[in-house]
């Protein structure tokens, strides 16, 4: 027996509980705006506490991809979906297939994707009961691991930085401290050195070190010290709010720009602060919008093409440069600025089709 409930619709946001005791799947899907057009947003799978626990987490994150689609220029609205379980234990097809029979019943109001604790190998099972899913294998036609992307898009946004800062978008003789060197972080990380930048790394995962040191010469260094590093750019590209009040003063990099989400614990606090030391920061859902400018390509009229993603990939440089600008002429921080302009966005929109 399955269950599927809207739990509850507050201003725009509609929350809906998934629940197929078959499988043993519960699932909590959060449309938070459709002003720009439907809800795509992954599907995460971690373990919660407690029910309240999820659904904040999945609120939260819905919420950050409205103004991340949004300020990305997609025609996009913001969703996501949690999935409560292990994603080591608790996986089957059958599981993901009941979650796409969810996703379909909202008809195309909600896309999937994957997200941590799910992969494009899940999707394919989702696929198999709905036609709203994304991030799909190159083989059945969709767009595979969205990674590269996004380190294209952060390579861009970097540069926008640089330009700001040293009047040159230049890597040459830049350095450059890494914090993750994963799936987006190892190719950013390759890119930036072949293009003359001395590369510092961190990473929990000792291999990926070993890698990145033979294979471009980074220098490995301390997972607690990466970020007090006297660089030009310090990248967080592993987890969030690896800014917070303790390393916030730790920092001496003149840029801050990476993949990870949720960069700063607290933008209104880090934000600011990061402003008032004179520290550049790229806002982490402005220049990580690769990913999901990469997997909008697959809904395309024709199909996905890579060039049209790294083509729209590339246009982050435009936007981290709007956003400076905005972010000088307001007398604000860019975390303010990339707000105003994700949320200005879908308030013209609004206006319009009133
Ligand atoms: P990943 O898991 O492949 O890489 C993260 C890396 O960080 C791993 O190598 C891990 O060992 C390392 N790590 C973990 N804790 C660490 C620590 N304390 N210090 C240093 N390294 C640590 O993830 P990814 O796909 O490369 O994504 C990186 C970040 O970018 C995540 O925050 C993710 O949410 C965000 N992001 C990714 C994409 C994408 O397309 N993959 C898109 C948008 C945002």
């Known amino acids: 027996m399955s269950i599927f409930r809207e739990m509850e619709r507050r201003d725009s946001i509609r929350m809906y509980f998934c629940h197929d005791p078959d ?13 720009l057009g439907p809800a795509l947003g992954g ?28 300020a990305a220029g997609l025609d996009l609205g913001g969703g996501k979906a949690v999935i409560i379980g292990d994603p080591d234990t608790d996986k089957s097809p059958a599981f993901f297939r009941a979650f796409g029979r969810f996703v379909n019943e909202l008809n195309g109001l909600y896309i999937t994707a994957e997200d941590i604790g799910t992969a494009v190998s899940d999707m394919r099972w989702v696929h198999q009961e709905t036609r709203w899913v994304t991030g799909l294998s190159k083989r059945m036609g969709g767009s595979g691991d969205p990674s590269p992307v996004t380190a294209f898009g952060v390579y861009n946004g970097m540069r926008a930085t ?30 930036l050195a072949k293009e003359g930048a001395r590369i510092f790394v961190s990473d929990t995962n000792e291999v990926v070190l070993k ?8 220098i490995v260094v301390p997972v607690d010290e990466i970020h007090t590093l006297d660089v030009d750019i310090f990248a967080p590209c592993a987890r969030g709010g690896s800014i917070n009040p303790k390393t916030v003063k730790q920092i001496r990099a003149k840029i801050i720009a990476g993949a990870a989400n949720n960069q700063l614990e607290d933008d209104k606090v880090q934000g600011p602060l990061l402003e008032q030391r004179g520290i550049l920061y790229a806002p982490d859902f402005l220049i990580n919008a690769g990913g999901v400018i990469n997997v909008y390509q697959e809904l395309a009229r024709g199909g996905y093409r890579r060039d049209k993603a790294l083509a729209l990939a590339a246009k ?17 921080p860019t975390t303010e600025a990339a707000m105003m302009m994700a949320k200005d966005r879908i308030n013209r929109h609004k206006k319009k089709r009133n």
């Open 23 to 35: 499988v043993g799947l519960k699932a909590i899907i959060c449309i938070h705006d459709l002003t």
């Open 43 to 70: 599907v995460r799978m971690s373990v919660y506490q407690t029910t309240e626990e999820a659904i904040r987490d999945v609120q939260r994150l819905a919420r950050g991809m409205t103004y991340k689609s949004s």
């Open 162 to 191: 640089l330009e700001q800062v040293f009047s040159s978008d230049s890597f040459s003789g830049r350095s450059i401290a890494i914090q993750g060197i994963g799936k987006v972080g190892f190719p950013l990380a390759c890119r």
């Open 211 to 218: 890698k990145a040191h033979q294979q471009f010469g980074a």
């Open 316 to 332: 982050i440089y435009g936007r981290i440069k709007q956003v400076i600008n905005i972010a000088s002429v307001e007398g604000i």
